[in-house]
């Protein structure tokens, strides 16, 4: 029940952070009971961080040895946890506190010694014969608690140079960022915003932030249009800068391949998580194959918008509309409640996450914008918020629930080393904690408006990122493959495989202009991070794989489902996460994998289109 006088947030200001009542701001003092005690763990930290560096030159003696300087390392790194995270959470709690800025910094130095002093740590350890760790490990349990840590440690080293050729490519490094550098001075410092005059009369400045708002708010068509014309020209006229940039990150990603010795850019960048390159090629293939729930959404999107030609700054307005309030007293229970599949124990850490102060709630002057869960290692994570009860803001704690209990659980159930996990997985719980409210939230929706305002963001949220992502990462595949085959890498070329790509994935779906082919240049992550977005898409489709399972009518089936789910969650980074995945039952390798999520978002846009009578 919500408790007798629930605070809501006057809407358009930001309050003083005292102004907001206790309960719904985080409670920090699990983490240190004040800034004493937080001194004196500091103290701890920088002792620990000494005594780690006078273990140089021992590892090589023996298994005990090994032992005292991987528990060392331990006991820095959870210890750094807490130090920082008290800080941190404290600075972003209001940014204005130059108390709390402070040691945030104090903390950051230390990291940076901590960095330089234990830099003897892999190299010492790579120079024992792994077969001889192994035997080590095979005598001592308390050493076999390490073995994925050092297997892993190992593995990576498989494309390690010797000292010649890691130094020539440390000369290499000053550069490697100069291709994404000059993109970002090109779109951002040195870019000239267009202003352009809507149908109001209105005259705007397209900043980014504007173009957003405009293509996901303005319903007049013509206004859209002339916003992504303008956007996008700058794009079109340089875009043979913008192909020489690209080329730089394409031609220094297959140096970097090959200096190393894999067979192609692929495969150097799935290495370290030992991923196959099938994955990602099972992936775009399965994707392209099932597009048609994507094209039936756009048709649909078409026809409610009722306009002639539907291009891509169509894409984003919203279909209904209903400006339901979500008061956060409400949402909390709901939230439980949305996690009764997932069974008793889960669903009570849920509700002390929200007893026991682990979030911070609501927006106040001072406070960092956006949303996180933070894995403080030794207590529970936390999580920050700026809620403002609209359905986004729901999503988002939902979301953000979902990342903490999968702290929760690994950090209860490994040791240290093995608490944290990689980006391959961390958003399969934060999306699966969203399917699980959507669920709820569809059977409790009081009107048509409402059920239709839940589908599309669900259909939103598979066909703008897991069907966009996975069209980015065969744009990317595509033109890492141009410079391997020693093709020429021309603006006509990667505009010519983005055209080819809009058109495998929404067909005649959508109407395309001349901009259309150049709308690759917009995307940042082409320049800054290679090869990185499929791994959203990936977790999209574990989600979805997962879901068939404990949706199940079939009782045995959904508690078998849960099980391996909640096994996964435990599990945290104790493997490399193509095996922790198999262990909870899904291969992405597999196409069944991937086609889940087009079933799903068939049955999402097949609702959405009787909630709005468009069928
Ligand atoms: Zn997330």
């Known amino acids: ?245 690209y080329n730089g990150v394409l031609q220094r990603d297959w140096f970097h391949a090959r200096a190393r010795g894999y067979a192609n850019t692929l495969d150097a960048a799935l290495h370290g998580n030992d991923i196959p390159s099938s994955v990602v090629e099972n992936l775009i293939r399965v994707t392209k194959a099932g597009v048609e729930p994507l094209r039936r ?18 894409l984003f307005v919203p279909l209904a509309r209903h ?11 709901l939230i439980i409640e949305s996690v009764v599949p997932l069974g008793a124990e889960y669903q009570s850490h849920v509700r002390a996450a929200f007893r026991e102060r682990w979030i911070d709630v609501f927006e106040n002057s001072g406070k960092r914008s956006g949303a996180y869960s933070a894995p403080v290692y030794g207590t529970h994570p936390y999580m920050l918020l700026n809620f403002n009860e609209t359905l986004d803001a729901v999503f988002t704690l939902a979301h953000e629930m979902g990342h903490s209990m999968h702290t929760l659980l690994a950090h209860r159930s490994q040791p240290f080393v093995y608490a944290g996990y990689t980006i391959f997985v961390a958003e399969v719980p934060s999306t699966l904690n969203e399917a699980l ?17 839940l589908l599309q963001h669900a259909v939103d949220s598979i066909a703008g990122t897991f069907y966009t992502q996975v069209m980015f990462a065969d744009f990317e595949l595509q033109a890492h493959r141009l410079v391997e085959a020693d093709e020429p890498v021309t603006a006509e070329a990667l505009n010519a495989i983005y055209e080819g790509l809009l058109r495998d994935y929404y067909g005649d779906a959508v109407d395309y202009d001349t901009l259309a082919r150049h709308t690759w240049a917009r995307i940042p992550h082409f320049f800054g991070s290679p090869y990185y977005v499929y791994q959203y898409a990936t977790c999209f489709a574990t989600t979805a794989r997962l879901m068939q399972d404990i949706r199940s009518d079939k009782p045995d089936v959904a508690a078998d489902g849960v099980e391996r789910y909640l096994a996964l969650l435990r599990a945290g980074g104790s493997d490399f996460p193509m095996k922790l995945l198999a262990q909870a039952g899904v291969d992405l390798g597999l196409p069944d994998t991937v086609q889940a999520v087009s079933q799903e978002l068939d049955t999402l846009v097949a609702r959405l289109e009787r909630e709005l009578g468009a069928g």
């Open 1 to 245: 029940m919500p408790p007798l006088d629930p605070y809501r947030p006057p809407p358009g200001e930001s309050p003083a952070r005292d102004q907001i009542p206790e309960r719904y701001r985080w409670d920090l003092s699990a983490i240190c009971l004040d800034w004493d005690e937080w001194g004196r763990s500091f103290r701890r930290l920088e002792e620990a961080i000494d005594s780690f560096a006078h273990l140089r030159g021992s590892l090589a003696n023996g298994p005990s040895d090994l032992l005292v300087a991987l528990r060392a390392m331990d006991d820095v790194g959870s210890l750094s946890y807490r130090v920082w995270y008290y800080a941190a959470l404290h600075y972003d709690q209001d940014q204005r506190s130059n108390e709390a800025n402070a040691r945030r910094q104090q903390v950051q130095i230390a990291f940076a010694r901590q960095q330089q002093s234990s830099a003897w740590f892999n190299p010492e350890l790579l120079a024992i014969p792994l077969d001889t760790i192994r035997q080590w490990m095979e005598a001592d349990d308390a050493l076999a608690v390490y073995r994925f840590a050092v297997e892993s440690l190992f593995h990576e080293q498989e494309h390690v140079l010797d000292e010649r050729g890691e130094r020539l490519l440390s000369y290499a490094s000053r550069f490697n960022s100069a291709p994404s550098d000059s993109y970002s001075a090109l779109t951002t410092a040195d870019r000239k915003f267009p202003t352009i005059t809507l149908s109001t009369g209105e005259s705007i400045t397209l900043t980014y932030g504007q173009y957003r708002a405009i293509l996901e708010t303005n319903r007049q068509q013509e206004d859209r249009a002339a916003a992504y014309k303008a956007f996008h020209q700058a794009y079109a006229d340089n875009q043979n800068t913008y192909a020489a940039m």
């Open 297 to 314: 959404y756009h048709r649909l999107r078409r026809r409610v918008l009722g306009v002639d030609s539907y291009k891509l700054h169509d």
């Open 323 to 333: 400006d339901e309030r979500y008061p956060y007293d409400e949402v909390g229970e």
């Open 437 to 453: 409210f959507l669920d709820l939230m569809l059977t409790r929706a009081r009107s048509r408006e409402e059920r239709a305002v």
